[in-house]
């Protein structure tokens, strides 16, 4: 396995932007906000505590997936 030098990841993108990313035309064509709120109904949970970072935004975290 080769490791990846400084500028193989801007490299990497830049090949993909070219290329035409399927991922920003699924951006374009949904609206994610649409989900909001059923994702974050299955989201809830109680905290234990007010201590720790702020969780990461429900859609961001639907992307992800």
């Known amino acids: 396995m ?3 030098g400084l500028f193989d990841y801007h ?3 830049s090949r993909i932007d ?3 990313d399927p ?3 699924l951006n374009e064509a949904v609206d ?3 989900f909001r709120e059923l994702i974050e109904r299955a989201r809830e949970k ?3 505590s007010p201590a720790g970072a702020k969780g990461y935004d ?3 975290l639907f992307k992800i997936l």
């Open 2 to 4: 080769t490791q990846f």
């Open 11 to 13: 490299k990497r993108l």
């Open 18 to 20: 070219q290329a035409g």
């Open 23 to 25: 991922l920003v035309e």
């Open 32 to 34: 994610w906000e649409q």
């Open 46 to 48: 109680p905290r234990k």
């Open 58 to 60: 429900s859609i961001l």
